[in-house]
């Protein structure tokens, strides 16, 4: 049964206007809080409190609350989507403590830049993807599904790296502000598969120069960002993407 | 966004760009990367840690004696002749360790660069549940390593120093006069920390950049791999200044 | 994840025939229009008529295609693979959503699978059992000319995904795996994991910024639109806004189509996602597109119960549960507040076994979510209170763990129940788990013909956004075929016949009609900043899903409804007068968001009430308290409503219009379903 102590928390929260203001850490009282909420629950009620007293609200993204869509992202105490493996949307209350203080802040990258308060813009994604995170096939040209076996293990494999949700926390999280694992999850899901072979080497050569050109930084195999990927996207993916690069430099790319 | 910048109006505003960048890069070459960076750094890296073992095995021979030793260094510096000129091979290894050093250096200050300008606002609170304490002391450790070795070479190549004012003609005297002083071990046990904390990271992380660590199990085979070699590096060094000290090795 | 009627159809009784003044329950909140007579369905026999269209539908010269400038609200599966499709055709694509990347639509949620007659498993499916499957499970209120082809195109979807990269589940011989879903009796379910959706969604999400990459397509990301522009009847444009800055832009353009998904959000809480609107088809709707069945909505019996008032949404659990997990209430409203494991046996209804011996906890979604919406009504509901009701019943594995061994549970269901306990901290593995229904789709939307086009000329509408295939029910993994067979292969040819038009007379943004839009748009907004109200955006959405919950829900009464729509009037009024949207127009906002959203679902909700006041009769996800057997069954007429109620839209404070498209089977026929 759900529990039925309730908590107060002082949560300190990145405020900025819009993208070109200044902004700053702000402090703020929330009571009542159930251990059942979610954290983006208890950021609705200190939002409807905050309107009620004609204060702007906090702005923050989420849309199916559910961890699929990859929308919401905060950096909770220091840890991407908080300390449980999982997105900030289905993080619970019940992962705090009664008078605890939370730090939340916006996911910090120079390619990420904040839009308002918490809410950040992660374009540079979708740009890396249309240099090459797919894989050339026009609609009416495919040829029947069953003509190329997958060997099940590489399903397997593409299968379980193709589950990233994009949301950016490994970026959030690594010290170098490197998206190689959000990069390489796509790498490998589609390198596994006989259908991702003929563009594999361009693939790599132009993500990762998309990826460079945004302004992320280099990987230097930290390891960060799997220890905050809700997904649970492994460190193979950053090998499998270098691995990738380095013969697609092979092959003269 | 993929239409061209964003704007922001606004009357007080006027308007600003909002996103750093919209554009798609064109003609990306593979050599032009980070990861090319990367890759340089894991064989430059690579080539240090092939000279460190063979120049560590030079240096134990301090342990068989005052002849032994000098006869190694004498013999490196004669190896391959007539085929090679004296000191051939030394300078074989010199001019292709200094490009390692050049390229490992200029790829190490390229990429912290990058990581700098790639997050310009610190967060407030950051903990770190990922990273090992060998991996975030790369930068610093490395920078340590560098002046490291410029104190070596002034010490025992170039500049042949010999701090309690002996000679500096006979190698394995100035090896036992420089580990005679105590501050002098110290400043080296020191930087072989470091080497062990860089080569801790360093080896397995050179492992992840030539891809060779796709799954779980090569990832913890290469954590050993590099454990081992950092600890036998970091060891095997220090043993010749400790044991110089504490009287073992001595004139 | 739904279960299909259980095979047990008779044939119309002749007995439901019912005198004609029960139709009149809406009489006074509409008024009638003519009739839909041609839906531009072709004749013929069924099997053909797919190829027919597509011959007849005229061509674009590949060189005039550049110059036709398509809209696509929405990039969802039917939103993204349109217009992946329309670039790789060449055309001029701006595609529209309003979160931050294509590839958040909220089609990335759905966990189940996908159908495809593919016949992988040769047991005896084929394109003509979709199609009549379809039929039967949307309870023969669908167009079969339409649900013929969905089931035709089908097995295209699953050559192209697969060519595309989605890695759908495999068996060890490295073909496609398949399963049976929703009791259907043949295994056509396509599948990768419990994560179907998002991987079809990444699919057309990469062919799509494939062709951003080739210049066919722009992306507009975080941009609402607010507003249809029509010209001389046609739809050429919309009004979006720039969520980022405010700025209210205008996008002309030659067609427009809306993949803009289903409006479940009505009812506050459902399983979809924070942003599902309806504003989209709604504005289409005010300006002149019919609105086909509002009030078919399907409610899904396994979803993790309301936990406070602060629920912002519902999540759903696989009703594939129900196979192993065995549903109860305490007996007596007493023991509701006991440890579960404290209650004896005889102690506990199971009361679907009692009521359905034959089906048991199987029964069909409508009847297992009326069901346990009967027992919480009388009290015996578990789990914390809401506004003074407990709304939950036991789905308890105890009885399948001590059969099956925990392992063998684990390996079944392992996600969702690790997802359930990481949503209520509870371990189902140990304490019975607490489900109930919630609003999980509608089958309900803009009304389209044949080609997909609504009644506005050069406006074209895809996926859940529109009524078209489900009849009054859909079934488990065929919204995702939809979805994708609307956009991947059916708009593409539907498309080219309307463009093959053009090129059409030029239309710049000083014209009365674009200009016209605009302001309305920045009026609305202004007004919205400028009321100073007391209550917040929020508050007014969770009113409206209440009165929507009690009295459209899952039984739906004439006084209820009745009821309903004098709530929702007061509501509407209130709300303009008295919502408070802090802020400015020049920003992020996120309440004016709402508020123009809630502004749309409010109008919405009192149209699905007058659909389902004027619909006496009980059919899928429809259930009129009024239309049953003696039994509690649910109860079709077809003699009296085996139509299509596609509403048009007469003015602010003005009855809408009912134009009736009735439904004739040809191919199949129509029959009763019984369960029991
Ligand atoms: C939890 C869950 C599980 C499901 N599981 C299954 C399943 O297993 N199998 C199955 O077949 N179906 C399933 N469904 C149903 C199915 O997922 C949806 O019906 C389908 O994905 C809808 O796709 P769509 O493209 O029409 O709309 P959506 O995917 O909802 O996309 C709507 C798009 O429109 C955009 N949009 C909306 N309004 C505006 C506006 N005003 N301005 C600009 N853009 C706008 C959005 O940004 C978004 O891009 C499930 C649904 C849910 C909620
Ligand atoms: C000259 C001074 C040196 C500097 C400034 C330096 C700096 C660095 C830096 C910044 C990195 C990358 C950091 C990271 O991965 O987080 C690195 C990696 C590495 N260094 Fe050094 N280093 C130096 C000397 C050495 C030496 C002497 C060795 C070996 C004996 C060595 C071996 C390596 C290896 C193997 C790597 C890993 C390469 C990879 O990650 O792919 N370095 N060094
Ligand atoms: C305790 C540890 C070490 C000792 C005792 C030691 C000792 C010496 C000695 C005696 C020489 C002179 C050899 C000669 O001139 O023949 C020398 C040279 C050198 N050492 Fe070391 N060394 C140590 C560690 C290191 C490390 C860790 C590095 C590199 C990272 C290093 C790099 C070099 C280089 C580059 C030279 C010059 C070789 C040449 O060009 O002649 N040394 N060292
Ligand atoms: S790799 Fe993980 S953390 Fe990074 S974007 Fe994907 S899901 Fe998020
Ligand atoms: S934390 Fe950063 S450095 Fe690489 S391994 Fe992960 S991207
Ligand atoms: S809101 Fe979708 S993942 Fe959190």
Redesign the interface.
Known sequence: ???NSNMSLTL?I?RQ????SAGA?HTYQVTDV?????F???L??LN?DL??K????I?F??????G????CGL?I???AHGP?V?TTC?L?M?SFTDGETI?I?PW????F?V??DL?V???????I???G??????????????S?????DD??R??SV??C??CGACVA?C????ASLFMGAKIT??G??P??QPERDSR???M?????????????????????CPKEI???V?????????T??KHG? | MSHGPRLLHGPERGTVLLVSTTSLVKGARASRSTIALKLLMAISGLIFIGFVLMHMYGNLKAFAGHDAFNEYAHHLRTFGEPMLPHEGLLWIIRVTLLGALIVHVYAAVALWRRAQRARTTPYAVKKHTGATFASRLMRWGGVTLLLFIIWHLLNFTIGKVNVSGGPTNDPYNLLVDTFDTWWLTVIYLVAMAALGAHLHHGVWSAAQTLGLTGNAKARATWKKIAFVTALIISVGFSLVPIFVLAGVISK | MNYEMPDTTTTADPSQDTPAEMTDDAAGYYSPGEPIVDAKAPTGPIADRWQDRKFEARLVNPSNRRKLNIIIVGTGLAGASAAATLGEAGYNVKSFCYQDSPRRAHSIAAQGGINAAKNYKEDGDSVHRLFYDTVKGGDYRSRESNVYRLAEVSTNIIDQCVAQGVPFAREYGGLLDNRSFGGVQVSRTFYARGQTGQQLLIGAYQALERQVAAGTVETFTRHEMLELIVVDDKARGIIARDMVTGAIETHLADVVVLASGGYGNVFYLSTNAMGCNVTAAWRAHRKGAYFANPCYTQIHPTCIPVSGSHQSKLTLMSESLRNDGRIWVPKNAADCEKDPRDIPEEDRDYYLERIYPSFGNLVPRDIASRAAKYVCDEGRGVGPKVDGVARGVYLDFAAAIERLGKDGIEEKYDNLLDMYERITGENPYEVPMRIYPAVHYVMGGVWVDYDLMSTIPGLFVTGEANFSDHGANRLGASALMQGLADGYFVLPHTIRDYLADGPFEKVDESHPAVVEARTSVEERINHFLNVNGTRSVDSYHRELGNIMWEYCGMERTEDGLKKAIDLIRTLKDDFWRNVKVLGTNESLNQSLEKAGRVADFIELGELMCIDALNRRESCGGHFRGESQTEDGEALRHDDLFAYVAAWEFAGDGEPPVLHKEELTYTAIEMKQRSYK
């Not at chain 1, 159930?34 to 979610?38: A, K, L, Q, V």
């Not at chain 1, 010290?175 to 490197?178: A, E, Q, Y």
């Not at chain 1, 990826?211 to 930084?217: A, K, L, V």
């Not at chain 1, 950053?238 to 380095?246: C, H």
């Open positions: 049964m759900s529990s300190k990145w206007p819009d993208a070109v850490m159930s251990p059942d909420m979610s983006l629950e208890m609705d009620v409807e309107n009620a004609g204060e702007d609200p702005a993204d989420s849309d199916c609350r559910e699929i869509c990859g929308m950096m105490n220091g840890d449980e999982t289905q619970h019940r730090t802040e910090r990258a120079t390619a830049p839009i308002k809410v813009d992660r374009s540079s994604f979708d740009r993807i249309q240099q995170g797919y894989i050339s096939v026009n609609t009416g040209s495919a040829p029947e599904a069953h190329v076996p997958v060997p099940r399903a397997m593409a299968f193709a589950t949700i994009g999280a010290p170098n502000g490197s899901h589609l596994e598969l259908q991702g790599v050569v132009n990762v120069a998309q990826h460079d050109h945004e302004g992320f930084g280099g990987c230097t195999n930290i390891g960060e960002c799997t220890a905050a492994p460190l193979d950053i090998s499998q993407l270098n691995k990738d690069l380095r697609a430099l790319f």
